[in-house]
């Protein structure tokens, strides 16, 4: 397995990974719609352009099959949104997202980048001890408007 910045020739495994991703996490409460128009209008606004211009999205590659990928779009002087890592469900616990997270977060040092926004839900226990391993501590939360 090896851990290379995604080209645009990884497109039909991103979309694939992108839209498994939206079906499987639920993101700070928000249900964004596991639709192909959502995979539309984020590879278009969002991922190609992040390719395009060789910015932090990776992809995990086993001998040409894409597995895992960690798109962090968005960025801004000094933060990165990241929109998400996933790995397929047969390669978990086998350190691939941990890969995928160093190398994204070793991108976004080299560039200045000091805080990553994770819509990492508090009920999502891998993606939680994810950033932990990493070393991450969280700084903010995100409160559901419901009085
Ligand atoms: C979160 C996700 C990317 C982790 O990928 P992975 O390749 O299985 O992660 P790794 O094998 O590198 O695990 C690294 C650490 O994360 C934590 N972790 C990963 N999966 C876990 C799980 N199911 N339960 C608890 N901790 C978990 C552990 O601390 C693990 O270290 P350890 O194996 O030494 O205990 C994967 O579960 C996934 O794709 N989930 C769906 C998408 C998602 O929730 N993304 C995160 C929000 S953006």
Same mark, same amino acid.
């Given at each position: ?44 606004? *969002? ?44 390669? *978990? ?55």
């Amino acid at each position: 397995m090896i851990i290379r910045p995604a080209t645009l020739e990884d497109e039909p495994s991103i979309r694939e990974m992108y839209l498994a991703f939206l079906n499987e996490v639920e993101a700070f409460g928000y249900d964004i719609p596991a639709t192909p128009e959502s995979v539309e209008k984020a590879w278009k606004s *969002r991922f190609r352009p992040t390719i395009e211009s060789k910015g932090p999205i990776f992809v995990a590659d086993h001998e040409g099959a894409i597995e895992g990928f960690v798109a962090m779009t968005g960025l801004i002087p000094i933060k990165a949104i990241n929109h998400g890592v996933y790995v397929r469900p047969a390669w *978990r616990r086998q350190g691939v997202g941990y890969a995928l997270m160093w190398a994204a977060k070793k991108w976004c040092r080299q560039l200045g980048v000091e805080k990553i926004f994770d819509m990492v839900s508090l009920t999502n226990e891998a993606g939680l001890k994810l950033m932990a391993k990493l070393g991450e501590e969280p700084v903010a939360f995100a409160y559901n408007l419901t009085a």
